[in-house]
């Protein structure tokens, strides 16, 4: 693929999968009205895999569904299962604090159809942002929720950073040039690093950011490597459709 | 607040088409009948939102699984109404439903008491449990004389009514596709037909309250036999077969006639012991319990000011 077209695959993969685990929590969340909410986030991301998959090809699920693991480009935060409300949440939070950052600076892409994408899918992040941060900040109030959530941040920010690498393949550089990307991921980092700070500062918290030598030694997913939650994750998600590939479902 | 004199002031009124409110001095009887109703209908949809969350994480292609989670949000969206406008009768709170529910000392309907193990069974809960449901549902919705109730229903109507021709139109792709599919398919309808028909329940007896009071409009039995009236043909049209060997068509009128039903399925199943009561409790009580935590400390921070 090359160029913009990897990038677009990464973003499509870390919301298929993100959509796929937020799925998981229909019918089993704190209570109704967070399994609504979640579930309805998880539509959400998984229609924005569909649309940036559609940006690739015609046969959205041959994307989606039809790579073998070492072809996929997700992150590997966005692997995680997540089976804890509290990880979910605080993953929640991190991805998408991020989509915000990424999306904004895809908003005017001199890839129009990508552009579109990302201003719909904009407005939608706002409202993911909102419910993460309200919940997150009510509960950071109570020594339970600090307790339980607080080391998790320190757990999910090293692989949370990968959110903002490139595959190696899509010349980074090139992108910002050619207008796809209106600012360097670093740059988009940095912002996304200094948000998640400043919510966190509210409960007198500062996470640990990794510091790499080089940002891009973390990108495991990003190069085809895949997590160790990745195989379980994907096979349930081609269970029915490995069955037999000429089948329409 | 409208009072009535005596039980006959309060049933001249329901056959005269009245409406009873939440602020309205109701018989007590009535009050527990109606609430008892609603939070089975509400237990129902929390534990079918269970059963078919199974199937979402494998559905197969992006638009399935959109479908199949938009489908099992909706239950529980359902649920979730229910469980407020039964709540608002003040005979117990949504905590204490939900307890009463995983402690199993309230009921949810039989359908849900049985695992989904394949697409089939997933496309079978569509096209038959929904089915089903929709008619008890539009059933009581004709005539309900609660009417928080009765506003609730339309929604639900209107929803159910999508998930039902979902289910339609997946089984016309199984029934066209396939060996393979078709096989899945029919094994899915061979598990689901007769819990979809006992779902129905045994005939109404003479003198249920239900029915005078104006929750229901109509009985189990009539109810039940449309159901199968409707689901023979088309099912037959499709290529499947009727999991019932003594199912026969009267000569005459042309009606189908099921062979035996098995109540007691029916009756082992609502009192938990139906063949996957057990796991359904234990996944719903183990999420419950395991956010103990979120619960109790949303609650503190809602005691103490930002």
Redesign the interface.
Known sequence: MGGPREMVLALADDELCIG?NL??W???????????AL??I??DE??H??ALYGLLGDD??AL??GRQPHEYRSAHLTELPCR???ETLVRHFLYDTAETVRWAALADSSWEALGAVARRALAEERSHLRHASG?L???L??E??RS?LLPLFDQFTPLACELFELPPDCAADGLVAAGIIARPMSDQRAEWQAAVDDTLAEAGYQPQWPEHADPASAANGRTGLRSPHFAALHA??V???A??P???? | MRSWDSMDDFEAFLDGGGLVEPDDDMPDAYREAVFRFIELHANSEYMGGLTERDWIAKAPGLTNKLTALAKTQDEIGHAHLLYMVAADMGVKTRDEMTADLLAGRTTFHNVFHYRAYSWGDQIAIAYLVDAAALASQQAVFKNCSYGPYKRILRRIIAEEGFHMRNGEELLLKMAKGTAQQHEMMQEGLDRWWWPAVQLFGPDTGPDDVLLRWHIKSERNEVLRDKFVQKMVPQLQAAGFSIPDPDLRQDPETGRWISGEIDWDALKAAIAGRGPDSARRLNDARLAWDGAAWVRSALDEAAAVPA
């Open positions: 796929q799925a998981w229909i019918a089993v969340g704190p209570f109704l009205e967070e399994d609504l579930t309805s998880s539509q998984l229609g895999a569909r959205i699920d989606a569904y804890d409300w509290g919940l900040s009510r509960l109030r109570t339970a929720g339980q349930e998600m269970e029915v459709l069955l037999d000429t089948a329409r479902w």
